[in-house]
């Protein structure tokens, strides 16, 4: 049985944010969220070409709902560092029969993780109700696609574009410089029509940033937190790998975990993970720690 996630109190962060509006939807953000990646792509980094078939992907998607997604991220468009850019009619194609597929078999929401707002607005149609947009509504359209659907969307940092983003990315103070990104594009979001509460922030791991910035990133959830609810996708990638030894992306669960533990210790609201199933062990262990340590804290004070 899941346990929710319960952290001593002077540990918790809260999120800016109660509660996430997509389309019809309200998420609560009083727990954690997990969004399962299911990447429709022959190129990602760690799983293209797995469910490139339209069949097995909506298999797979059905199998992280049942392993506890809240939220399913469909993405036809791999943003791997030096990945090329597809084209909207091929993208479109890959990801809206999944979309269709599964938005008639399960109830959990679905999410188009797209920077165009062509494929958006085609998802939108087709079932999803949240944008995941690398690009922070980069498209000139994309705003008002999401805001004419009433669609959630994720807003998140990139240095430069992903055939270019990783190489030799630079920062002043990384922290600073990506908070006051996230925070202008909210405003400019807000300022074009839609609702703040509709909107939650990735500081973008692995885009266009060292091990070294991911890591201070990290470290910063909580001023991160302080502009809208966090997103931490962190799952299985290259930064993990270097710090514990997995060159392979499939052999980096243990390091991701650690990650995901940290970033809900931290503040993030949502976890966009490959592995739910390992990721939802991994929170209810941690509940149960932080929730023992919580009540060993008031026994001693009341000594």
């Not at 791991?205 to 959830?221: E, I, P, R, S, V």
């Not at 991994?282 to 804290?297: F, R, Y």
Request: aromatic share 2%.
């Amino acid at each position: 049985m899941n346990r929710r996630l319960i952290l001593p109190q002077e540990e918790l962060r809260k999120p800016s944010l109660s509660a996430w509006r997509c389309g019809p939807h309200t998420i609560s953000l009083d727990r954690p969220r997990i969004m399962g990646i299911l990447n429709v792509t022959p190129d990602s980094f760690s799983d293209g070409g797995q469910w490139l078939d339209p069949e097995a992907a909506v298999r797979r998607g059905l199998e992280l709902a049942a392993e506890g997604a809240d939220i399913l991220d469909v993405g036809g468009e791999s943003t791997r560092p030096g990945a090329a850019e597809v084209p909207a009619d091929e993208e479109a194609r890959r990801v809206i029969p999944v979309i269709r597929a599964l938005s008639q078999r399960t109830a959990v929401l679905l999410s188009i993780d797209t920077r165009k707002a062509a494929v958006a607005r085609e998802a939108l149609a087709a079932g999803a109700c949240i944008v995941n947009d690398v690009s922070a509504l980069g498209d000139p359209g994309m705003a008002a696609a999401v805001r004419e659907r009433g669609a959630g969307a994720v807003l998140m940092h990139m240095r430069g574009a992903p055939a270019t983003m990783q190489q030799a990315p630079q920062y002043d103070d990384v922290v600073a410089e990506v908070r006051a990104y996230l925070s202008a594009r909210i405003e400019a979001a807000v300022a074009g029509g839609i609702a703040r509460e509709r909107m939650v922030i990735d500081p973008g791991l692995g885009f266009g940033k060292t091990t070294a910035h991911n890591l201070a990133l990290l470290g910063a959830l909580e001023q991160l937190a302080e502009v809208a609810p966090v997103l931490v996708g962190a799952s299985r990638k290259r930064f993990i790998g270097e710090i514990i030894g997995a060159p392979e992306a499939g052999a980096r669960l243990a390091g991701s975990l650690a990650v995901a533990v940290w970033s809900l210790l931290r503040g993030a609201a949502i976890l966009r993970v490959h592995d739910v199933a390992a990721t939802r062990a991994a929170m209810t262990m941690g509940a149960a720690l932080a929730a023992g340590n919580e009540q060993g804290g008031r026994r001693s004070a009341n000594v």
